[in-house]
């Protein structure tokens, strides 16, 4: 292992470190704030380190290899910024959401723990190059979002309610997630079966040798991309994502829907371009079917709900449906950028909308400390459409980010999310899929019906009649900071987006 | 230059009414008329061009790069069709202003805010001559157009409003597909990526896939307009808008899908609306006859309202697929007749709701001894509406009728037969409102006529119905440039070289249209029966 391969792997490096210090701080001295300023100077090192590589690699070949198992280049460090940027949103909503809810007997900071493990997890799995790495990170992932997920249960003072959702979230993810490893981990035997190779430019080389259509091959392929619709909640793997959205603390649902989904993403376009897999005409038609049955069934579902994380969570679901008919664009720049630019656009908005749902939540709760009482109407359940209601007028500003938020979901111009759909537009068009972009229209109609109604309930007459959700809504400086700067990100790509679109080219 | 300030004084105006209402109780509505005649001024500064009648077909444009990946610059450019419609749009604004001054109490900064966004995002529309920024403003005029059907509606604003969004949003999706299809060709056979008006122009795209794309745009201006399957959206939106937001929708952002048609769908692919024009000539005459059924069999005075303006914006489309300079100029008039008048007449529905708290005329008859001045002008704006002559409608009415009979002999048959209609449900609506014995007669007797300020508005509209009546030249004048451009570019879609100079056609450089254009001038001067009887 050459320096150049130790300095190129540096990001990963930092995380490592930045777990151990963490680890060490939290054993001498216990404190919150302490935790969250060590962990969001580990990230920002990382981006440091992200930025510094990425300078590396463009001056030398492009790309460097290390070790057979990691491969570093400029899409990899692209999408790990990308990553680690969304981490440190979390860590800000995570603090505010523990803030509230622990005390001295309460142990907040392994939250930030798990959290930077689950990101050591996800930025192995972009630079993964081979299914050794693969593999790892990815169950390092799963193994920390478990917790994660229950993390509501540990000791804190949230409400019983909130405690079970959250045991249950952390199960049912726990099963389901060991469920599509194991057939993940079959795939990948059958393919060392079929091709003899682990690392992914020896499947290609064999691939290439013994013809793709090797029955063994396949099988082990579809078996792979089972697992990965299974991360991604692709339909009809998608059946465990209402429920672990809702029942999981807001900010790990926040880290699930975007630092979970996007790292498989990434993973699966390396994965696909390295091995060519886009010349498989049965894996790409898989690929469709749940493509669209993703974006239909996500928004059919989406309509039913109340609950604004069950609707997010379906939500994204067809957001993902979406990506993926840029991502069949293929082997291609474009097809690349057009997965790189939506990408960017649904982890920001999703980190958004769920950023606002989460803070929300925070300051309903801080109304109740302990907030032990049953929820008697929708009106005062804090991740009810209903609480919603005339929010505009309490809170203009935080209404005002919501709204940004659900306008840039729904794909209306000024936002981020318009550019992204634009991008899905102009792929299916280059693609010529066309069955896919009615799948998108169709999809997109559907949505715009449950984001309009949410919407439009925020900015209703009817001052609410419970007291649950009277009164403006305070929030503290950092969760304010956070949800500004996200609207911020959202607009100004969204007015200019050539801006983002050289990023995506020069890095 | 001042083409490019208008769309920020609206936008920035919105922004400040809404400011200033925080600090300043009712400061909102002074904004908004302030930005307006802003707008106005800045507008006037273009009578040269107006005043001058053959002049350039382009008065002024303006381009400054914007997304260079995609070839999307924001360019904006005004010729004839567009003043007319810009003016209409800023003319409309003041009218829905003025007419509606007292009507909105709740959060009135926020409702002038979307009130200025929504003309922006439509003189944005009128203007643009890039695909994208052209979609862009599409999109920007329907959010604050969702804000105030939902937010200051009537009973059932909230399904109102997502009805006519879903409907608007989901056809103009399909306008995406064909704007990025249609770029793709483009490039395909260029190698140059560009969203540019005038340079999309000169792709030659083979008929089978120029009918689709050309499917995508018309679907998306039909919905707009509204023609018949597609209409469902507009009776529930016209009614459940304040009257504000039912005289932008029924006098501008219906405008929009006719402007659409005439600017984007018939030039850029020539060949299949060529081939599509009966089918889009049928769609106009049953939407003709249909409004007119329909707007006879409402309770809802509102609705009665709505419903006929199906029945005339049909006209328009009959008179654009046409293809010929009489009717096109014809469906120019009907648009800027009919803004006037349905506009006048959702104000006056919306001075009878806010004084009887009812739209439904079985509740109401006989409120002429009470509102005499208010009933008096509502006969006029509905004799307007029915088309009698001398007022602008019956002019738009009779040229797309003459127009078309070439063309399609039973189908203007059909639709002269919505003139019948209208006078129908036009005059059953007065008698049923007006005259009578009412039911709610004894009950509350005070009922305010006009105050000055409704009447004044009222009056100014009326006076340029008549105006329009009586001498529509320099409106025909107007639009000529720009509807014999759309014409040359329908009868030579194989040389379009020629045309896609920047230096759009002058009469004399063309030997046919020129012709075309005189003869079509005379006629159009033997017809108005004000120039030269009057």
Same mark, same amino acid.
């Given at each position: 292992?050459? #320096?150049?391969?130790?300095?190129a792997i540096l990001p990963l490096l930092v995380l490592s470190a930045g777990i151990v210090i963490l680890l060490l701080q939290v054993s001498f001295i216990r404190g919150h704030r302490a935790a969250l300023a060590t962990t969001l100077a580990v990230l920002v090192s990382a981006c440091v380190a992200c930025f510094a590589v990425a300078g590396q690699v463009s001056r030398g070949p492009g790309s460097i290899g290390v070790t057979g198992l990691l491969l570093v280049d400029h899409y990899a460090l692209f999408f790990c910024l990308l990553l680690l940027f969304s981490a440190i949103a979390v860590a800000v909503l995570g603090f505010n959401y523990l803030k509230h809810r622990s005390d001295s007997t309460s142990y907040p900071e392994e939250f930030y723990i798990l959290l930077l493990l689950m990101m050591l997890g996800a930025s192995t799995l972009v630079f993964a190059s081979h299914f050794a790495s693969f593999f790892l990170a990815l169950e390092l992932m799963s193994l920390s979002l478990y917790p994660l997920l229950g993390f509501a249960v540990s000791g804190d003072l949230s409400p019983e309610r909130d405690q079970l959702l959250s045991l249950e979230s952390g199960l049912k993810y726990l099963l389901l997630s060991a469920l599509a490893t194991a057939l993940g981990l079959f795939g990948i035997a059958l393919i060392y079966a079929a091709s003899g190779a682990l690392d992914f430019s020896g499947i290609a080389v064999a691939a290439r040798q013994f013809g793709q259509e090797s029955p063994l091959?396949?099988?082990?392929?579809?078996?792979?991309?089972?697992?990965?619709?299974?991360?991604?909640?692709?339909?009809?793997?998608?059946?465990?994502?209402?429920?672990?959205?809702?029942?999981?603390?807001?900010?790990?649902?926040?880290?699930?829907? #975007?630092?979970?989904? =996007?790292?498989?993403?990434?993973?699966?376009?390396?994965?696909?371009?390295?091995?060519?897999?886009?010349?498989?005409?049965?894996?790409?038609?898989?690929?469709?079917?749940?493509?669209?049955?993703?974006?239909?069934? =996500?928004?059919?579902?989406?309509?039913?709900?109340?609950?604004?994380?069950?609707?997010?969570?379906?939500?994204?679901?067809?957001?993902?449906?979406?990506?993926?008919?840029?991502?069949?664009?293929?082997?291609?720049?474009?097809?690349?950028?057009?997965?790189?630019?939506?990408?960017?656009?649904?982890?920001?908005?999703?980190?958004?909308?769920?950023?606002?749902?989460?803070?929300?939540?925070?300051?309903?709760?801080?109304?109740?400390?302990?907030? =032990?009482?049953?929820?008697?109407?929708?009106?005062?359940?804090?991740?009810?459409?209903?609480?919603?209601?005339?929010?505009? *007028?309490?809170?203009? *500003?935080?209404?005002?980010?919501?709204? +940004?938020?659900?306008?840039?979901? +729904?794909?209306?111009?000024?936002?981020?999310?318009?550019?992204?759909?634009?991008?899905?537009?102009?792929?299916?068009?280059? =693609?010529?899929?066309?069955?896919?972009?009615?799948?998108?229209?169709?999809?997109?109609?559907?949505?715009?019906?449950?984001?309009?109604?949410?919407?439009?309930?925020?900015?209703?007459?009817?001052?609410?009649?419970?007291?649950?959700?009277?009164?403006?809504?305070?929030?503290?400086?950092?969760?304010?900071?956070?949800?500004?700067?996200?609207?911020?990100?959202?607009?100004?790509?969204?007015?200019?987006?050539?801006?983002?679109?050289? *990023?995506?080219?020069?890095? | 230059?001042?083409?490019?300030?208008?769309?920020?004084?609206?936008?920035?105006?919105?922004?400040?009414?809404?400011?200033?209402?925080?600090?300043?109780?009712?400061?909102?509505?002074?904004?908004?008329?302030?930005?307006?005649?802003?707008?106005?001024?800045?507008?006037?500064?273009?009578?040269?061009?107006?005043?001058?009648?053959?002049?350039?077909?382009?008065?002024?444009?303006?381009?400054?790069?914007?997304?260079?990946?995609? @070839?999307?610059?924001?360019?904006?450019?005004?010729?004839?069709?567009?003043?007319?419609? !810009?003016?209409?749009?800023? &003319?409309?604004?003041?009218?829905?202003?003025?007419?509606?001054?007292?009507?909105?109490?709740?959060?009135?900064?926020?409702?002038?805010?979307?009130?200025?966004?929504?003309?922006?995002?439509?003189?944005?529309?009128?203007?643009?001559?890039?695909?994208?920024?052209?979609?862009?403003?599409?999109?920007?005029?329907?959010?604050?157009?969702?804000?105030?059907?939902?937010?200051?509606?009537?009973?059932?604003?909230?399904?109102?409003?997502?009805?006519?969004?879903?409907? %608007?949003?989901?056809?103009?999706?399909?306008?995406?597909? /064909?704007?990025?299809?249609?770029?793709?060709?483009?490039?395909?056979?260029?190698?140059?990526?560009?969203?540019?008006?005038?340079?999309?122009?000169?792709?030659?795209?083979?008929?089978?896939?120029?009918?689709?794309?050309?499917?995508?745009?018309?679907?998306?201006?039909?919905?707009?307009?509204?023609?018949?399957?597609?209409?469902?959206?507009?009776?529930?939106?016209?009614?459940?808008?304040?009257?504000?937001?039912?005289?932008?929708?029924? &006098?501008?952002?219906?405008?929009?899908?006719?402007?659409?048609?005439?600017?984007?769908? !018939?030039?850029?692919?020539?060949?299949?609306?060529?081939?599509?024009?009966?089918?889009?000539?049928?769609?106009?005459?049953?939407?003709?006859?249909?409004?007119?059924?329909?707007?006879?069999?409402?309770?809802?005075?509102?609705?009665?309202?709505?419903?006929?303006?199906?029945?005339?914006?049909?006209?328009?489309?009959? @008179?654009?697929?046409?293809?010929?300079?009489?009717?096109?100029?014809?469906?120019?008039?009907?648009?800027?007749?009919?803004?006037?008048?349905?506009?006048?007449?959702?104000?006056?529905?919306?001075?009878?709701?806010?004084?009887?708290?009812?739209?439904?005329?079985?509740?109401?008859?006989?409120?002429?001894?009470?509102?005499?001045?208010?009933?008096?002008?509502?006969?006029?704006?509905?004799?307007?509406?029915?088309?009698?002559?001398?007022?602008?409608?019956?002019?738009?009415?009779?040229?797309?009728?003459?127009?078309?009979?070439?063309?399609?002999?039973?189908?203007?048959?059909?639709?002269?037969?919505?003139?019948?209609?209208?006078?129908?449900?036009?005059?059953?609506?007065?008698?049923?409102?007006?005259?009578?014995?009412?039911?709610?007669?004894?009950?509350?007797?005070?009922?305010?006529? !006009?105050?000055?300020?409704?009447? %004044?508005?009222?009056?100014?509209?009326?006076?340029?119905?008549?105006?329009?009546?009586?001498?529509?030249?320099?409106?025909?004048?107007?639009?000529?440039?720009?509807?014999?451009?759309?014409?040359?570019?329908?009868?030579?879609?194989?040389?379009?070289?020629?045309?896609?100079?920047?230096?759009?056609?002058?009469?004399?450089?063309?030997?046919?249209?020129?012709?075309?254009?005189?003869?079509?001038?005379?006629?159009?001067? /033997?017809? /108005?029966?004000?120039?030269?009887?009057?």
């Amino acid at each position: 292992m050459s #320096t150049q391969e130790l300095f190129a792997i540096l990001p990963l490096l930092v995380l490592s470190a930045g777990i151990v210090i963490l680890l060490l701080q939290v054993s001498f001295i216990r404190g919150h704030r302490a935790a969250l300023a060590t962990t969001l100077a580990v990230l920002v090192s990382a981006c440091v380190a992200c930025f510094a590589v990425a300078g590396q690699v463009s001056r030398g070949p492009g790309s460097i290899g290390v070790t057979g198992l990691l491969l570093v280049d400029h899409y990899a460090l692209f999408f790990c910024l990308l990553l680690l940027f969304s981490a440190i949103a979390v860590a800000v909503l995570g603090f505010n959401y523990l803030k509230h809810r622990s005390d001295s007997t309460s142990y907040p900071e392994e939250f930030y723990i798990l959290l930077l493990l689950m990101m050591l997890g996800a930025s192995t799995l972009v630079f993964a190059s081979h299914f050794a790495s693969f593999f790892l990170a990815l169950e390092l992932m799963s193994l920390s979002l478990y917790p994660l997920l229950g993390f509501a249960v540990s000791g804190d003072l949230s409400p019983e309610r909130d405690q079970l959702l959250s045991l249950e979230s952390g199960l049912k993810y726990l099963l389901l997630s060991a469920l599509a490893t194991a057939l993940g981990l079959f795939g990948i035997a059958l393919i060392y079966a079929a091709s003899g190779a682990l690392d992914f430019s020896g499947i290609a080389v064999a691939a290439r040798q013994f013809g793709q259509e090797s029955p063994l091959m396949l099988a082990g392929l579809a078996l792979l991309l089972i697992a990965m619709a299974f991360k991604l909640s692709l339909v009809p793997f998608h059946i465990w994502t209402p429920d672990v959205y809702q029942g999981a603390p807001t900010p790990v649902t926040a880290l699930i829907a #975007t630092v979970g989904k =996007g790292a498989v993403v990434a993973l699966l376009l390396r994965f696909f371009a390295g091995v060519d897999l886009f010349a498989l005409p049965s894996l790409t038609t898989l690929l469709a079917f749940m493509a669209v049955a993703s974006m239909l069934i =996500g928004n059919l579902l989406a309509l039913l709900q109340g609950n604004i994380k069950r609707l997010l969570a379906y939500s994204s679901i067809a957001h993902i449906g979406y990506l993926f008919v840029a991502f069949l664009m293929g082997n291609s720049a474009f097809g690349i950028e057009a997965v790189a630019y939506y990408l960017v656009a649904y982890v920001v908005t999703t980190l958004g909308a769920f950023a606002v749902v989460s803070l929300v939540a925070d300051s309903a709760l801080a109304h109740t400390p302990g907030g =032990g009482h049953p929820i008697a109407d929708t009106a005062s359940d804090p991740f009810h459409r209903d609480y919603y209601r005339g929010l505009f *007028w309490r809170s203009p *500003w935080l209404a005002g980010c919501l709204a +940004a938020m659900l306008l840039s979901l +729904a794909g209306i111009p000024l936002t981020i999310g318009f550019v992204g759909k634009f991008y899905i537009f102009a792929a299916g068009v280059q =693609g010529q899929m066309w069955l896919l972009l009615a799948a998108v229209i169709l999809g997109s109609a559907l949505g715009l019906y449950y984001y309009l109604r949410l919407l439009l309930v925020m900015v209703q007459r009817e001052e609410p009649s419970s007291s649950g959700a009277s009164g403006a809504i305070q929030l503290a400086i950092s969760g304010r900071l956070l949800m500004f700067s996200l609207t911020a990100v959202l607009l100004v790509f969204g007015i200019f987006p050539q801006i983002l679109i050289n *990023w995506i080219n020069a890095l | 230059m001042t083409l490019i300030a208008i769309i920020p004084v609206l936008f920035l105006g919105g922004a400040l009414a809404w400011l200033v209402e925080r600090s300043v109780e009712g400061g909102s509505r002074w904004v908004t008329l302030a930005s307006l005649l802003i707008s106005c001024v800045l507008l006037a500064s273009y009578w040269p061009q107006f005043s001058q009648a053959a002049g350039e077909a382009w008065w002024d444009s303006v381009q400054a790069p914007w997304i260079p990946r995609f @070839g999307i610059s924001f360019f904006l450019a005004l010729d004839g069709l567009g003043f007319l419609l !810009l003016a209409l749009t800023l &003319a409309m604004g003041l009218f829905g202003l003025i007419a509606s001054w007292d009507q909105i109490q709740f959060r009135r900064g926020f409702f002038y805010f979307n009130y200025l966004w929504t003309l922006a995002g439509v003189a944005g529309v009128f203007t643009a001559m890039d695909l994208f920024l052209f979609f862009f403003f599409w999109e920007v005029m329907l959010i604050p157009m969702l804000f105030l059907i939902a937010v200051w509606g009537y009973e059932q604003r909230i399904f109102a409003a997502i009805k006519f969004f879903i409907f %608007t949003q989901a056809s103009s999706l399909l306008m995406l597909v /064909a704007i990025v299809a249609l770029v793709y060709l483009h490039y395909d056979a260029s190698g140059q990526v560009t969203f540019n008006y005038r340079e999309l122009m000169d792709s030659e795209i083979p008929l089978g896939i120029q009918y689709w794309l050309m499917l995508g745009f018309f679907i998306a201006f039909a919905v707009k307009l509204p023609a018949v399957p597609l209409h469902p959206w507009l009776a529930d939106a016209h009614t459940q808008a304040p009257t504000a937001g039912s005289i932008l929708l029924a &006098a501008i952002l219906l405008k929009t899908g006719a402007y659409g048609l005439l600017r984007f769908t !018939l030039p850029l692919f020539p060949e299949a609306s060529a081939a599509f024009a009966p089918l889009a000539m049928t769609i106009g005459a049953i939407s003709v006859v249909y409004g007119a059924i329909l707007a006879f069999a409402q309770q809802d005075m509102k609705r009665l309202v709505a419903y006929s303006s199906v029945s005339h914006m049909g006209f328009v489309l009959l @008179g654009i697929y046409a293809l010929n300079t009489i009717a096109i100029q014809g469906a120019v008039m009907q648009m800027i007749a009919h803004g006037l008048s349905t506009a006048a007449l959702f104000a006056l529905v919306g001075a009878l709701q806010q004084r009887l708290h009812t739209r439904n005329m079985a509740q109401m008859g006989g409120l002429w001894a009470r509102v005499p001045k208010l009933a008096a002008i509502a006969l006029f704006f509905a004799v307007a509406s029915l088309g009698l002559p001398g007022l602008g409608n019956f002019i738009a009415e009779f040229l797309v009728l003459v127009g078309s009979f070439p063309v399609n002999r039973w189908l203007t048959v059909i639709a002269a037969l919505g003139l019948v209609g209208a006078a129908l449900y036009a005059l059953w609506m007065m008698q049923r409102v007006f005259f009578g014995e009412g039911e709610k007669a004894e009950e509350d007797s005070k009922v305010h006529d !006009l105050n000055a300020r409704e009447a %004044t508005a009222l009056l100014v509209l009326a006076v340029g119905l008549v105006f329009l009546g009586l001498r529509p030249q320099p409106v025909f004048d107007t639009a000529e440039p720009a509807v014999v451009y759309l014409l040359e570019q329908m009868e030579s879609p194989q040389s379009p070289n020629a045309v896609a100079e920047s230096s759009p056609p002058n009469s004399d450089s063309n030997a046919v249209p020129a012709k075309g254009t005189t003869s079509s001038t005379t006629i159009l001067n /033997a017809m /108005a029966p004000g120039s030269e009887t009057l």
